[in-house]
Structures are given as structure tokens and as C-alpha cells.
């Protein structure tokens, strides 16, 4: 069941939403408001991993529990710097390296979460997120564009 729990989790965070092989064409206010709710669902997530403290989370080390701690911490940072800046009117390349960066650490967090099983409540704010880092990755990666990944669903 954990391995079905991770093997879901993954997909929805990652799995890409249409088959084109270019980027979207850039929409400040679109992508602005997209990093607005991941801000906010980064921010749910966060918080439902420490409100969680009988959390049940199989096989998982207090290593594991600080690492996975950390890169959601810093998941919420990385959310609440691409929202302010692209609020405060930055575009692709000034926010580019922030997203990249921002992936980067969701792909760490995936690697933390594998093998780990967690309360319904915090797979559900996992997701959540996850569907907005979907709905925000064609701006910023042509290669989001080119269809699902095997065991992926789409929108």
C-alpha cells in the first residue's frame, strides 16, 4: 500500500498535462496567479506536515523525517519567492532559475516521500500542490508539454 501511495503521489506532482513540445506562451497575470495558489498550497502542506504528530510514516527514519521536513520547508520559501516576484511584474527569465530551482527540490522531496506512507490529510495537501506545480510547469519547460509519463493521468 505505501508503494501505491508513493507511486500516486508522484504522478499527480509530476505528470505532465498535454502533448505540444513548446512552451506556453507567457501570461504574467495567468502564471502570477498560478504561483499565488501554490504559494498557498505549499503554505497547507507545510502545515499539515507539523500539525500531524502521531503522523504514520512507514519505514521512515528520524533522518528521513528531518529531510523531509526540511524540503518542505524550503519547498514553502522557494513558493513564496516566485510569487512575490512575479508579482512584482518579473517575467520567465527573471523567475526561470526560481522554478528550476523549485523543481529541484520537489524532486528531492519525491525522493524523501518514496517508500514513506502519511496521513490521508497530507497526501490531499500533496496533491494539491502538485496540481498547481502541473498547471504552472508549460511556462517554464517545453518538455512538461510533450504528454504523459507512463502511469501519469492528465486533467
Known amino acids: 500500500m505505501r508503494a501505491t501511495v508513493s ?8 505528470a505532465p498535462l498535454v ?5 506556453a506562451a507567457w501570461d504574467q ?3 502570477t496567479g498560478l504561483a499565488k495558489e501554490l504559494k498557498e498550497k505549499s503554505d ?4 499539515t506536515y507539523y500539525k500531524l504528530e502521531n503522523a504514520t510514516i512507514g ?12 524540503q518542505l520547508r524550503r519547498i514553502k520559501e522557494q513558493t513564496h519567492h516566485l510569487a512575490a516576484a512575479l508579482e512584482n511584474g518579473k517575467g520567465r527569465p527573471e523567475t526561470e532559475g526560481t522554478y528550476k530551482n523549485l523543481n529541484e527540490l520537489v524532486h ?5 516521500i518514496r517508500g514513506m506512507f502519511t496521513e490521508n490529510d497530507l497526501l490531499a495537501a500533496a496533491m494539491a500542490a502538485g496540481d498547481v506545480l502541473r498547471r ?14 507512463s502511469g501519469a493521468s492528465s486533467p
Open 19 to 23: 502533448s505540444r513540445a513548446e512552451l
Open 44 to 47: 497547507s502542506l507545510y502545515d
Open 59 to 70: 519505514g521512515a527514519g528520524a533522518g528521513s523525517t528531518l529531510a523531509l521536513k526540511d
Open 108 to 112: 528531492d522531496a519525491q525522493e524523501s
Open 7 to 14: 507511486a500516486l503521489f508522484l504522478s499527480l506532482l509530476l
Open 29 to 31: 497575470d495567468r502564471v
Open 136 to 149: 504552472i510547469a508549460p511556462y517554464y519547460d517545453a518538455k512538461a508539454n510533450e504528454g504523459p509519463v
